[in-house]
């Protein structure tokens, strides 16, 4: 596809004509504050806008400013980051404002390289934090990007590979004018997810429609080529929430595990013993483990106690809850235990947290959810 004057032309100014006419008051666009917009940037990696308001007004009501989020303990961080999900980027953004403030007089350097070379920061959010930010001009490719490029010029190879991945960067490096490059990449952005869709792109209502080669050869349905996706894997797993005097018993996950950083019921994977042959949401009506395979209940206390040092008798299947993790499909069935005998070990990240004190803590997603069904329960349940 060649992109003559005319072509150019047409494009640039029927999609700022439709941006201006169609943008969505977001938080983040009411400023071009690069703190706000590399916050936004990453919380919006994987998330839907719907998702990420509510999220990016509270973190930023918490964490005002760089200096802020830098001298926030990672817990806080995670805690206002509980719910997002892939908490890498809440750790990330934690040791990038420490960076900042040791490095950058707490500011987000201007240029694409130095930006790069921040945690979390990788080509396309450079791009975007340097073009929104700061007007250089930076070509970005994203998930809607991707699509829309793809789309445009009709290019039928993976858009993933390193082929499509170099013609998509140079087309999006041709597109960019030289002026107010950052609003366009939002416009274009704003396009693929509100016009350019996946599924059912509104190609009638497109405002860049006469551009593009996909539309004109019937060929937007199956432009670009999907994503392979991964095999998935199905898991059971146990959490135990075992009880001592109204408060349970929580552990802070390794920096290797899940959720690292936050804090969880001890759990375990449950594939390699014998499935309980309780009911689903059972506990509620104060079901007991009669039905339980004595030699699950065993492993589960066997493995309690290798895990905190204290001896507990496992009695009621509390819920289960179905979730899933990336590839991961995950069953989880959650137990309440009484705490018998021992003290916790030193050296690892356990403690008995009132329901009182559930909120201040980040808590896994399963684990919130636990420790919500938990909140005013009765003692009789774990008996
Ligand atoms: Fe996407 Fe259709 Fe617009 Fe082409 S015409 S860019 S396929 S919405």
């Known amino acids: 596809m060649t992109l003559d004057r005319n072509w150019l032309k047409r494009f640039r100014c029927n999609l700022r004509r439709w941006y201006e006419a169609h943008a969505r008051d ?19 990696q994987q998330t839907t806008v719907t998702a990420v308001v509510p999220y990016f007004e509270r973190f930023i009501a918490r964490f005002p400013t760089v200096d802020d989020l830098a001298a926030a303990s990672e817990e806080d961080v995670l805690l206002f980051w509980e719910g997002l999900g892939y908490y890498s980027r809440a750790r990330n953004i934690h040791k990038t404002a420490q960076t900042l403030v040791a490095r950058y007089n707490s500011r987000l350097p201007e240029e694409v390289d130095k930006l790069e070379q921040l945690p979390g920061i990788g080509r396309y959010t450079a791009g975007a934090i340097a073009s929104i930010a700061f007007e250089a001009r930076a070509p970005i490719v994203e998930a809607n990007t991707l699509r829309l490029y793809s789309r445009l010029l009709g290019y039928r190879g993976d858009p993933r590979s390193r082929e499509g991945q170099t013609l998509l960067w140079d087309f999006a490096g041709r597109i960019l004018p030289r002026k107010r ?9 704003e396009l693929g997810s509100r016009v350019c869709t996946p599924s059912e792109p509104d190609c009638p209502h497109c405002p860049v429609r006469s551009c593009c080669t996909a539309l004109a050869e019937n060929a937007q349905h199956s432009i670009p080529l999907p ?3 991964p095999k998935v894997t199905y898991t059971t797993e146990a959490s135990i929430a075992v009880r001592k005097n109204g408060a349970y ?10 959720w690292s950083g936050m804090w969880d019921f001890p759990r375990f994977r449950l594939d390699e013993l014998a499935p309980p042959t309780t009911q689903k949401h059972a506990a509620n009506n104060g079901h007991r483990l009669k039905a339980m395979a004595k030699k699950t209940r065993c492993r589960l206390e066997e493995s309690v106690l290798a895990a905190t040092g204290v001896e507990t008798s496992v009695n009621a299947l509390v819920t289960e809850i179905e979730h899933s993790v990336t590839r991961y499909r995950i069953r989880l069935l959650c137990y309440g235990a009484v705490h018998t005998a021992g003290s916790l070990q030193p050296n690892r990240e356990l403690s008995w947290v009132s329901p009182d004190e559930f909120r201040n803590l980040p808590l896994s997603v399963t684990g919130r959810k636990f ?4 909140v005013g329960s009765s003692s009789e349940l774990f008996e």
Request: aromatic share 8%; glycine share 4%; with cysteine.
């Open 26 to 44: 977001l938080p983040w666009r009411r400023s071009s504050d690069a703190y706000h917009v590399w916050l936004s940037e990453i919380m919006l």
């Open 227 to 229: 994503k392979s996706r």
């Open 181 to 189: 490059s950052g609003q366009f990449n939002q416009a274009l952005m």
């Open 249 to 258: 018993l929580l552990r802070r996950c390794g920096s290797d595990e899940r």
């Open 371 to 374: 420790a919500d069904l938990l």
